[in-house]
């Protein structure tokens, strides 16, 4: 007898539904399974077997054949065994009278016939919902994670002897109750707050900038200067994610096995700053199956760079096409592999290779500066719209009592922005001020008269290359929306002059003065 | 003319030998010229005689025609002119000095208004200076050109290449005496410089084509900076410094040295304010040293014309401008104790700094530093 039971495997960070096939028929008794299985899906014949017995279900004398299409997509992973056991019972006719048309299966087998958790839940039961299936069952450790996905029943099993039961009907099982979707109430995310930096002004504003328009940020300062102290308190002052955002990162976090027991949904944009050791594959993701990488963990958040010249050069070239499409492609011999890698990137560097510059401290050549700040590539400067130099603040600053801002209070001038922001690109693709192209800079940034002379005048003094005017247009757009203002004025202009990442000292004769 | 300039570029032009055998050689054997006409057997036996033989060995390798006709089309090819005591062209004041240099490349302007007195002055000092001492350099040498002065210095680091760039500002002349090769810029971020002096003013060294930047050519050509000059400013010194081999030497010969006033306890100005204890004439405006060259009656010293539009642009300003200008000093401030300072705030701060950026009373000497701009 034949039968068919629906699975899911993750390609990239997407479910791709499988369809499980037994058929038992008379012949030398035998287990057989086909399908482009990976070595883990092969062992699943030996666990189904014995959790079968286990439960109390003798296998017949028969042959036995199971096949996992479509054939040409390599499966890897364990959570096809609890949707092969059932369609094995399912072909003895021990399970006849459930429709399995609408119903998808999924779960890792114990010998002992309990169900166990397994990853990526989250994406493959939103495939299922897309689909059109009615009822997904799920190992009991995953309900609450897939219960996110809406429109679909979530029916949590603890073994497969419940399973079983369920969908012979004699057993009730209530589905998981949809959780708390999208809470409104913010929550405060982190300990960190703004209020606790003392001075650093310009920086502060800075900052406000980079997470209104979600610019990327390079900080260049001694060491000690509070850079990674800054950078921290960033995602306190981030907008907030809408659901779709949320559910986005959750199912990048869910394949990678990251996600929390509770399987709730991640409210906060993720904070990743990874080691400057951290090779290609871990950036951006990889594998003989490729997985996420940290450029997708920090997918709508922060990716941070802490001492962005001691990264290896060749791991930090490959930041320029997520940087720039958003997404990264990553082709393995089976298939390629999409995952969303829209973040924001902080960096962080020394000026100098001791540190101090250009305070008298420091000792380093001309040379050795600009050899050490060559470290870094242009294409990749070119990629970061803000760069702001952090000074060590000093003692009277740091022991003065003034009333400094929370994070909190930036943040609705931040989420404010954002709103504008929504508003004008309801028709574009992009969400905020830093994606724009050349072209939707000429619709969306218009000027007054007194910033376009100054603007010009930049052009003729050769202050300013094409380059260099997007990066400083897209700056003013987010800083005039801060300011609430539907035109670019003078002020902005010349605040997003003052934060563009430029060098600007080549003097009138063209000698590169480096030192001051 | 080309054949004799062969002969000095055969002779002078000899990285092997020294300038001290050179002037013994030409001691014993009367002129360039007898030497190059000298047949070989009759050099060789001479030089036998007193032990010279290497010397004479190394002239006689590069006597051949052809390798110094291919030498002369390489520097014209730079554009380079051979100066030596028998052109005119050859600055006087370096006649008169000891170990006076035999052979000089230069490229450039040559300006036979080098020669008169009281009208060089040579502008030494650190090379890894700070703000304040960089841009009164600057301002000194910008000043000075205006009223004709002409700017020696060595291309160096720091101040040397302020005093070239203040010249320049000034629309003035300016001699940079390198201590390398003449086709060499060192160092390499001053190309642009270099090649602007190459064309408004004169480069000279005592070196030929491609000789490297080697550490005892500096000191001599510190004679030739001094030498070309009828004072020598020293504007920031540490205690041991090149730049009082300069003044030493510009004693030695008789030039008036000046110094900067420096900050007492300040290592960079220890060298100076140590000149000033010993008689150098301390100097804080341009006039000063106008005025101690021409003396009172020769003296018309002529203020930057825009001295009063200056002031007037400074009366003029908008409160809150007036308030950013009055936190602001030589040194370079922050933005955020601008920002502290003036309770403006971060963006109103920006702003106004744009704004006397533009009417040229500020600079931003590196992202987030600002000046007072002289």
């Known amino acids: ?516 | 003319m080309r054949n004799q300039d062969m002969m000095h570029l055969w002779f002078d032009g000899n990285p092997a030998i020294s300038l001290k055998l050179r002037q013994y050689l030409l001691a014993r054997f009367g002129s360039v010229e007898a030497l190059y006409e000298m047949d070989a057997a009759t050099l060789l036996a001479i030089s036998q005689q007193v032990g010279y033989e290497e010397a004479a060995n190394r002239l006689l390798e590069r006597r051949n025609v052809g390798f110094l006709e291919s030498q002369m089309e390489r520097l014209d090819k730079h554009r380079v002119t051979l100066l030596y005591e028998e052109k005119n062209a050859y600055p006087d004041k370096l006649r008169h000095i000891y170990d006076s240099p035999r052979l000089l490349y230069a490229v450039g302007k040559l300006d036979k208004s080098l020669d008169f007195y009281n009208q060089n002055l040579a502008i030494v000092g650190a090379r890894n200076a700070d703000t304040y001492h960089r841009e009164t350099t600057r301002v000194f040498a910008r000043e000075l050109a205006k009223n004709g002065i002409h700017i020696i210095s060595g291309l160096a680091r720091g101040i040397d290449s302020e005093a070239h760039i203040g010249c320049l500002e000034g629309k003035g002349y300016t001699v940079a005496v390198l201590g390398c090769g003449i086709n060499v810029t060192y160092p390499k971020e001053h190309i642009s410089l270099y090649e602007r002096i190459k064309e408004e003013g004169l480069v000279l060294s005592e070196y030929g084509l491609d000789v490297a930047p080697n550490p005892f050519q500096f000191p001599a050509r510190n004679r030739i900076i001094s030498g070309l000059s009828d004072g020598v400013l020293v504007t920031c010194a540490k205690k041991k410094s090149g730049s009082l081999i300069t003044a030493d030497l510009a004693l030695e010969q008789g030039k008036q040295v000046y110094a900067f006033p420096g900050r007492i306890m300040d290592a960079l100005s220890e060298g100076n304010n140590d000149l000033i204890k010993m008689g150098a004439l301390c100097v804080t405006k341009p006039e000063d040293i106008l005025l101690d060259l021409w003396g009172e009656e020769k003296m018309d010293f002529e203020p930057s014309k825009n001295t009063k539009e200056e002031e007037d642009k400074k009366n003029n300003l908008a409160p809150e401008e007036k308030l950013v200008y009055s936190c602001l000093d030589l040194d370079p401030v922050f933005v955020d104790e601008l920002v502290k300072a003036s309770k403006l705030g971060v963006s109103k701060t920006i702003s106004v700094l744009y704004g006397l950026e533009t009417k040229g009373l500020v600079k931003q000497t590196m992202r987030g530093y600002y000046i007072k701009n002289i």
């Open chain 1, 1 to 516: 007898m034949y039968s068919k039971v629906k699975s899911c495997a993750v390609a990239g960070v997407d479910g791709r539904t499988i369809m499980v096939e037994a058929d038992v028929h008379d012949g030398l008794p035998m287990f057989t399974m086909v399908g482009y299985l990976s070595s883990s899906v092969k062992e699943a014949a030996q666990r189904v077997q014995t959790a079968l017995k286990n439960s109390g279900y003798h296998l017949p004398a028969k042959r036995i054949t199971v096949n996992l299409s479509p054939a040409d997509l390599k499966k890897d992973g364990s959570g096809f065994d609890l949707s092969i056991a059932v369609a094995v019972l399912l072909a003895m006719g021990i399970v006849s009278e459930y429709d399995m048309n609408h119903v998808m299966i999924l779960g890792e087998l114990s010998l002992d016939g309990s169900v166990r958790p397994i990853r990526g839940v989250l994406p493959m039961v939103n495939q299922a919902a897309i689909e059109g299936c009615k009822i997904c069952i799920v190992p009991k450790n995953n309900t609450k994670e897939a219960a996110l996905v809406r429109h679909i029943e979530i029916i949590g099993v603890d073994s497969l002897l419940e399973c079983v039961e369920y969908l012979q009907g004699i057993r009730k099982i209530e589905p998981e109750k949809t959780t708390n979707l999208f809470c409104e109430e913010e929550c405060e995310c982190t300990s960190l707050d703004f209020s606790e930096v003392k001075g650093q002004e310009s920086i502060k504003r800075g900052m406000e900038i980079a997470a209104a328009g979600f610019h990327n940020v390079l900080l260049c300062g001694p060491a000690g200067a509070g850079k990674s102290m800054l950078v921290k308190r960033l995602p306190g002052i981030l907008p907030r994610m809408t659901f779709e955002e949320q559910l986005e990162v959750t199912k990048i976090y869910s394949v990678g096995g990251k996600l929390n027991q509770e399987g709730s949904l991640i409210y906060h944009r993720p904070f990743r700053s990874p080691h400057h050791t951290i090779s290609e594959q871990a950036l951006v993701g990889g594998g003989r199956i490729p997985g996420p990488g940290e450029v997708s963990f920090a997918h709508m958040g922060v990716l941070f760079l802490d001492e962005l010249p001691e990264f290896q050069k060749h791991v930090l070239e490959v930041l320029r096409e997520p940087l720039e499409e958003r997404k990264i492609c990553i082709s393995r011999l089976h298939a390629s592999y999409e995952f969303p890698a829209d973040f924001m990137m902080v960096a962080a560097m020394n000026p100098c290779p001791c540190g101090n510059y250009p305070s008298s401290r420091c000792q380093c050549t001309p040379k050795q500066i600009q050899n050490y700040q060559n470290k870094v590539s242009g294409p990749l400067l070119d990629r970061i719209d803000i760069r702001m130099e952090v000074r060590a603040v000093g003692h009277n600053e740091l022991f003065e009592e003034r009333k400094q801002e929370t994070s909190k209070q930036i943040r609705k001038r931040v989420e404010k922005a954002r709103r504008i922001q929504q508003q004008r690109f309801v028709n574009d693709k992009i969400s905020f001020n830093s994606q724009l192209d050349g072209k939707q800079i000429e619709t969306y940034i218009r000027l007054d008269y007194e910033a376009q002379q100054l603007l010009e005048e930049r052009f003729m003094t050769n202050h300013l290359s094409m380059r260099g005017l997007h990066r400083v247009l897209r700056l003013a757009r987010t800083i005039a929306d801060l300011e609430d203002s539907e035109m670019v004025l003078l002020p902005h202009l010349q605040e997003a002059f003052f934060y563009r990442n430029e060098e600007l000292f080549t003097r009138e004769v063209g000698v590169c003065e480096i030192r001051i």
